[in-house]
């Protein structure tokens, strides 16, 4: 008898496990061209291109952190409902930043005064990981931790009106916690990959690849 009580045990977790199965909605390895679906808010052509390792931008002066929004090159694709089901969107990115707040942010995007982002970021001489939120252009940083990672990976949960960000080394098993907030909703949800406060005058490029959307239903 306690065999067969195990039995349906184990059928019922089996059961639970494949109604959370997660399913992949999209994704970009970036090789060769963009996928379908993208488009460029502030597009400056010469200034990106996607090679054999990925989705490379330039990163050049402009700022998407308060009410400047004059960042070039900001990549959007619209996001699944997070209401109806958990939003997993990730992305590996590696950059090597030399200037005060240069960064490479993957970003809950609803427009250019309403997000969050999350993303490897120079802060006073340091490399950090860096999460803020920013609702009618008014910012509040989430998390500022140091790193060692020139490339990361970068991921957001994002279930009803909570979103969390997370992130981990490309050889690390466990992703570490950022921070959690609520989304600052203004329309419908978006993607973003976003690159600027780069030094004015010297050529540096951020890659992005592995870009993944994936849904759970709950």
């Known amino acids: 008898m306690k065999r067969i009580i195990l039995s349906v045990a184990g059928l019922a977790a089996l059961a639970f496990t494949v ?7 999209f994704e970009d390895n970036f090789r060769g061209k963009l996928a379908e679906g993208w488009t460029w808010v502030r597009e400056d052509p010469t200034a990106w291109r996607v090679t054999d ?11 998407m952190w308060g009410p400047a929004n004059n960042a070039k090159n900001v990549l959007v694709r619209p996001a699944p409902d997070p209401t109806e089901a958990e939003i997993e969107v990730s992305v590996t990115v590696s ?15 609803y427009d ?18 860096v999460m803020g939120r920013e609702e009618a252009d008014k910012t ?15 991921r957001f949960l994002v279930s009803g ?7 981990r080394a490309t050889d690390a098993d ?30 540096r490029w951020a890659r992005f690849s592995d870009f993944r959307i994936r849904r759970t239903r709950r």
């Open 140 to 154: 509040r940083t989430l998390a500022i931790i140091p790193i060692d990672a020139l490339t990361l990976q970068l």
């Open 53 to 63: 390792r990925g989705l490379e931008i330039r990163l050049q002066p402009g700022n």
């Open 161 to 167: 009106q909570k979103l969390r960000g997370q992130f």
């Open 95 to 109: 950059n090597r930043p030399s200037g005060q707040y240069e960064q490479a942010d993957l970003v809950w995007y």
């Open 19 to 25: 109604v959370r199965a997660q399913e992949l909605v």
């Open 174 to 203: 466990s992703w570490r916690e950022a921070g959690t907030c609520a989304v600052p909703a203004r329309g419908a949800p978006k993607v973003s990959l976003q690159v600027y406060q780069g030094p004015p005058g010297v050529e």
């Open 112 to 129: 250019d005064s309403h997000m969050v982002k999350i993303g490897q970021e120079q802060v006073d001489g340091k490399l950090c990981l």
